[in-house]
């Protein structure tokens, strides 16, 4: 890699840490415009019910009410509110209406109000009378496919809009395989709905005026928001403009819309902008969250030396009242199996199926989270068995450069693992602390797992991305780009890619963002793809204006392109430095050109990247285990991460650790109740995610081996950080007290009753 950067591998501030750090950033929950009316979504109090009859005849006459919607109101179109549909040719199942005539769940929309004040809009809701028929319900996979069940959709029979659908298979038959295994471990894994618990609860403004519809929100795809809503409400796209403001919320909730189709409605109808803010329990039990509760049944075949043979899986996802991301959330899963480890074959189903309770949708680390926790468990129960320690099998048996990738047309691109392993293993004692004895009330362990991730979920979905980059008269440069901003630090990373080809400053770039009437087309942020692919297109775009700045700069200082550089603001002659010319003056004589010759340097890079470029890490774990209380401490954890290039070291680490404080709490703490179809845990009173005294000592490592198709040959981070928490603290348990947990969160319940079980007679 190159050592001579300026700009790339720098630790740079924030762009956006004034603002933040001020509180003058704007987000959607300080949105304030003048006339704005408060929206107010009625919702179903049943599982399941027809709504026979909707009445706002008591609200409309309530002072202050300035409009009711209800299925009368808006076009009556199949929708969904996952916007990642339009990344397939065929898409994904659309099966929601806005205020249908039947509620599939609690909280299903039923009508909305738009009022001068929320104690107003508040009233109007309870002025709405509506006439429920209540149905019977079901809350599990088990209870909705069973015969005579309550039918949640039509069109699904069985309630099983997914049956049981071989994806990504290859090799051999695999029960052939297994009856050639020396070790075999399999086991049915399960997982919980985990919520992204953002500190923004969910928040739109919409504004319709003079034909136009303009939209605030949180979204982390403004471009595939504003195809769905115009579609929702007969607008063509060019009439609907989507700002994305700051979002105090993301980590997958931001790639399915919530609340702005209501606030479209609302304010289509009242004349006025209209916000819609959810209250932390509406939000908790509204806004769709982890992409389903999954139930895994897996199974590896390996031989006496360790050689991988065959793995069989099946993901049953509890999709919800409507689809959403659940069948996708489950096909990326059986995806992430095939990148890790040589098996010589797979066969893998895929299934989704309705209940009554709130969708599902996508939350960080997207299926690939609970494929780690079953697959990393299962290959610590085969070393066992042969006597191989884990980490010399994951060395020995992962797949390398060349090799196949997640999807069945792809390469692996690059890969640091080995390293990743060794230095992981020599950081927190592996070898010598796995020889120590196992005694005592407290226990401690160790554990270890791995995982290859994406940059973008190419080439299975659409990843376009464009960049625009326009030199202004003084030599700065604008850079229009329209990544999902979610306080990542990707603007950042961008404008170090455009400042480094450019031969500016990182302050120089002056980054236009977050409304589509000005940037082009970009599918967003999802699927780790903010850096590598639109970064790839910054690249490209800067590469572009560097080149016409040279082609320029020709002419003034009368030598060829090719012997010309930038460097500090400056184009000079290679050879003869002192030879040079300002940015800006050349800029700016581009801009006045007296002689006719006038073009203002604009450049436009357009990507669709097909590479897979897999970011690698290795997550180790040191826990100690109260046997008596079933307590787990989780006393240090160790990430190493293959990132290539880190653009900027800080944000790389920043990610990797609020990773781990996520991944700690789906491992140990974090876990939905949905009783009867109402999600219980709708605060963070009960709902608890790890605090700063729950974090063990920490520590990243960066590996820095170079990507040939990345930006400066970077990789991904975003979603890495939360893959291998909970399999690495599940090896870690057994490592301490010898028994596996298979249900999340390994919780002290858990952790008892299976002490118990292992020493009863």
Known sequence: ??????????????????????????????????????????????????????????????????????????????????????????????????????????????????????????????LIDVEYEPLPAVFTVDEAVKPGAPVVHDFAENNTPVPPTPVFCYGQDVEELFKEADAIAEGTFSTSKQIQAGLEPACSVAHFHDGRLTV???????????????????????????????????????????????????????????????????????????????????????????????????????????????????????????TEYKFESMYQEIEAIYTNHVACGAMRGFGGVQSSFARESLIDEVCEKIGMDPIEFRLKYHRNVGELGWFPTTQISSCGLDECLRAGAETIGWYEKKALPKNGVRRRGLGVACMAWLSGAQPMLLEHSNAILKFNEDGGCSLFVSPGNMGQGILGTLAQIAAEVLGLEYRDINLIYGDTDLTGFDIGTHASRGLYCIGRAVKKAAEDARAQILERASAILDAP????????????????????????????????????????????????????????????????????????????????????????????????????????????????????????????????????????????????????????????????????????IANAIYDAVGVRIRDLPMSPERILKALKEKTAP
Request: glycine content about 8%; charged content about 25%.
């Open 1 to 126: 890699m190159d050592d001579d950067l300026r700009v790339v591998g720098k630790r740079v501030a924030a762009v956006d840490a004034y603002q933040k750090v001020t509180g003058t950033a704007e987000y959607c929950t300080n949105i304030s415009l003048p006339g704005m009316l408060v929206g107010k979504v009625l919702r179903s109090p049943h599982a399941h019910a027809r709504v026979v009859k909707v009445d706002g005849s008591k609200a409309e006459v309530l002072s202050g009410v300035k409009a009711i919607v209800t299925h009368q109101d808006v076009p009556r179109k199949v929708f969904t509110y996952n916007v990642m549909t339009y990344q397939l040719p065929q898409g994904e199942l659309q099966d929601m209406h806005l205020f249908d005539h039947k509620a599939r769940y609690i909280g299903d929309p039923v009508a909305a109000v738009a009022a001068v004040n929320e104690e107003i809009a508040n009233e109007a809701l309870r």
């Open 216 to 338: 605030w929100s949180q979204i982390q795809l403004p471009h595939m928001a504003r195809k769905m809503l115009a579609y929702l409400f007969d607008l063509p796209e060019s009439k609907v403009r989507l700002i994305q403001p700051f979002a105090g919320t993301g980590f997958g909730a931001g790639t399915d819309l919530c609340c702005e189709p209501y606030a479209c409605a609302l304010a289509i109808k009242a004349g006025a902008p209209v916000k819609v803010l959810y209250s932390r329990s509406e939000d908790f039990a509204n806004r769709i969250t982890r992409e389903h509760i999954c139930k895994i049944e897996m199974k590896i075949g390996v031989r006496k030396d360790g050689a991988p043979l065959a793995l069989k899986a099946k993901y049953t996802g509890d999709a919800g009242a409507y689809m959403c991301k659940a069948a996708s959330g489950c096909g990326v899963a059986l995806a992430s199996n095939i």
């Open 561 to 728: 392109a090719d012997q010309l550089d930038i460097k500090d603001r400056k184009v000079f002659v290679k050879n003869e430095p002192e030879r040079s010319a300002l940015l800006s003056q050349i800029s700016n004589a581009c801009i006045y050109d007296y002689q006719k010759g006038c073009r203002q340097i604009v450049a436009h890079a357009t990507v669709d990247p097909a590479e897979f470029a897999p970011p690698w890490q290795a997550g180790f774990a040191e826990v100690e285990v109260d046997t008596q209380t079933g307590v787990v401490e989780v006393i240090r954890w160790i990430t190493v991460h293959d990132v290539g290039r880190a653009i900027n070291p800080q944000v790389v680490e920043g990610q990797l650790e609020g990773g781990t404080a996520q991944g700690i709490g789906f491992a140990l703490y974090e876990d939905t109740q949905i009783i009867h179809g109402k999600l219980l845990t709708d605060g963070f009173d009960k709902y608890r995610i790890p605090s700063m005294l729950d974090l063990p000592e920490h520590e990243t490592v960066l590996v820095e081996q170079g990507d040939p198709t990345g930006p400066f040959g970077a990789k991904s981070v975003g979603e890495s950080g939360l893959f291998l928490q909970v399999p690495a």
